[in-house]
């Protein structure tokens, strides 16, 4: 049996997902539910998570699932609409498509002035997972070796954190952005190019922050 707090909190994650498809920020969470701070979100977490009614989907940023939602959430009051039971999600359909924000064009070669946009750009729905997406075009030769191309849509998952040798779009100096393979080099950041034509570029911590990780590549070929 659920505490309130869990139930609420439960309740709020499914709402969500199935409103957007993207499960909310801790923050977000910790303001739905009045609560002080986040590690009472946690807590619920964790709790939900022992008692197998969620789990956290592996190397996904913001990424819960809900596995089961308790009775007491399936029965609609006599005086209120019924809440949407769990059901499963269809597959996705081969053609069918997402609009995502295309934020302009970054370097694949040297650092470049990160541009933003409101243009939209349509991708197939198969080539996204779990989270929040956005789109920017490639400029410069420098991920060739990774194939990634001049003129490619590099597909990126939003995410505040990037692991050891993933390709992420990494914000230089708080005005421009570059696509590049992530590396810690002793205490210094090390932004690696999968070009023998370029060089690493290495930066202290402070001055890089991390937008994205690359989850996928759209190319046009007219």
């Not at 994650?13 to 009472?40: C, H, T, W, Y």
């Not at 210094?188 to 034509?197: G, K």
């Amino acid at each position: 049996m659920l505490t309130p707090k869990q139930q609420e909190l439960l309740s709020f994650i499914q709402n969500r997902l199935e409103e957007g498809g993207v499960s909310p920020s801790f923050e977000e969470m910790k303001e739905a539910l009045d609560l002080r701070s986040k590690s009472g979100i946690h807590r619920l977490i964790n709790a939900l998570e022992e008692r197998g009614f969620i789990r956290r989907l592996p190397n996904r940023a913001r990424a819960l699932e809900v596995l089961k939602l308790p009775e007491a959430m399936h029965r609609a009051p006599k005086a209120a609409p019924a809440k949407p039971q769990l059901t499963a999600k269809a597959p996705i359909a081969a053609n069918d498509v997402i609009d995502i924000p295309l934020h302009g064009r970054i370097a694949a070669g040297v650092p470049i002035e990160a541009l933003e946009g409101q243009n939209m750009l349509s991708v197939p729905a198969a080539l996204l997972g779990a989270g929040d997406h956005y789109a920017l075009e490639v400029s410069g030769d420098s991920m060739v070796e990774a194939g990634i191309l001049d003129g490619d849509y590099a597909l990126i998952q939003r995410t505040e954190v990037a692991r050891e040798g993933q390709i992420v779009v990494a914000l230089i100096d708080e005005s421009e952005a570059t696509l590049k393979y992530f590396h810690r080099d002793g205490s210094r950041v090390r932004l690696d190019p999968a070009n023998a034509a370029y060089k690493p570029q290495v930066y202290d911590p402070r001055q890089v922050r991390i937008q994205g990780k690359l989850a996928g590549l759209l190319r046009r070929y007219n």
